[in-house]
């Protein structure tokens, strides 16, 4: 079945520094990739996405292509701040019929001043 | 804000004990999705509406059951708690099922079993 492996942090950063979290997928055909990205006490909100290979998704500095030869959809930022601290899952949809999300464990950053 | 509503936002509850958590999608969104995030095993997709139908189902329990009502909201029903229940629940929704929509998520039920 469909399934998303995605770096396991925790990931401390310092403030300005550059992010890279790891996201490769398994999947039927070519399916849509998400990042979510979840605050403290809160629910998860849509980071990007990419709908197609070589797509590049952006939004908030944060940036993701969508690389069909490599199945991936690695999370870039060229320059972290503290309130960027949060956990981000990468997603596909998956289900005919349905496209519930299949979510990586998730990856906790945390950014230091 | 997403515009989707989960009520309660926190719920503690005693084992053996029978819970209803309700979501309210986004206005116009026909699609209801629930998942549960736990420490031990993420974020699981648990059960799919659309438009007053069951789509789908993933891992969920058979002591869980939902529905959707004619006014598009949903109602996800624990019973006979454990303490392993204890999660926090999330519901989701979108315009309709499609693979290029993203879902939009409310703050989540926090379930503790006690």
């Known amino acids: 079945g469909d399934s998303v492996t995605q770096m396991e942090g925790p990931v401390t950063l310092s403030e300005e520094a550059f992010l890279t979290i790891n996201c490769t997928y398994t999947?039927?055909?070519?399916?849509?990739l998400f990042w979510y990205v979840q605050y403290p006490g809160e629910g998860l909100q849509l980071l990007l996405k990419?709908?197609?290979?070589?797509d590049k998704g952006s939004n908030k500095g944060f940036e993701a292509t969508y690389r069909k030869e490599t199945t991936s959809f690695h999370l870039e930022k060229g320059s972290v701040q503290v309130s960027d601290s949060a956990v981000y899952f990468c997603?596909?949809?998956?289900?005919?019929?349905?496209?519930?999300?299949?979510f990586g464990k998730g990856t906790k950053l945390s950014v230091i001043p | 804000d997403s515009g989707v509503t989960q009520t309660p936002k926190h719920l503690i509850t005693a084992t053996g004990q029978r819970v209803t958590l309700r979501c309210s999608p986004r206005?116009?969104?026909?699609?209801v999705y629930w998942y549960q995030q736990s420490l031990d095993q993420g974020l699981q997709f648990l059960i799919h509406?659309?438009?007053?139908?069951?789509?789908a189902k993933g891992n969920i329990l058979e002591r869980f059951s939902a529905q959707q009502f004619p006014d598009l909201h949903s109602e996800l029903n624990l019973s006979s708690l454990e303490l392993g229940d204890s999660a926090l629940y999330f519901c989701?929704?979108?315009?309709?099922?499609?693979?290029?929509?993203?879902?939009?998520f409310g703050d989540g039920t926090r379930l503790s079993i006690l």
């Open positions: 989701a929704s979108s315009p309709h099922p499609d693979s290029n929509q993203p879902q939009h």
């Open positions: 509406y659309y438009n007053g139908e069951e789509r």
């Open positions: 999947a039927t055909g070519y399916p849509s």
């Open positions: 997603a596909l949809p998956s289900g005919a019929g349905s496209y519930q999300l299949t």
């Open positions: 990419a709908t197609k290979a070589d």
């Open positions: 206005s116009g969104d026909l699609s």
